[in-house]
């Protein structure tokens, strides 16, 4: 049987540095790869909730959602109304702040108040989590 195979302390500080500087190399690159991810999600829940929206107001005669509160305004879009299918099967979560709330009219989109915002007078549905992500 042959002897066993030992590394020596040097050999594996000198691993452990390489590991070190490569991880450090290749972070960011995830890091930026979240970012993006994120981005896309919250893009991804505002084209769904603009579209479910607009299929609303398309069968409710121009109307939007009751938005006297969230839990009126989630039943109208979440459960079945009338002979109107659901229309959408939760709210989705704005993958900035992880809320999935919609706050109605008041300070602009981006406050950071709500995961969403919807502007009664417009039917503009925005992130509220900063302005840049109001902008989309």
């Keep these: 049987m ?3 195979v030992r590394f020596s302390l040097t050999q594996l500080i000198v691993l452990a540095v390489i590991l070190g500087v490569v991880a450090k190399v290749t972070a960011p690159q995830f890091t930026e790869a979240s ?9 991804d829940g505002l084209e769904k909730m603009r579209a479910h929206l607009d299929l609303y107001l398309a069968q409710h005669e121009g109307s939007l959602p009751p938005a006297d509160s969230l ?40 406050a950071g108040q709500a995961g969403w915002r919807l502007d009664t007078k417009t039917g503009l549905f925005q992130a509220d989590n900063n302005a840049g992500h109001a902008a989309l």
């Design 71 to 110: 839990g009126s305004f989630k039943a109208a879009v979440i459960t079945k109304a009338g002979g109107y299918s659901p229309y959408i099967k939760k709210i989705p979560v704005n993958p900035f702040n992880d809320l999935d709330t919609v706050r109605f009219d008041g300070e602009a989109a981006g």
């Design 35 to 43: 970012s993006e991810a994120k981005v896309s999600m919250l893009i």
């Design 2 to 4: 042959k002897g066993k």
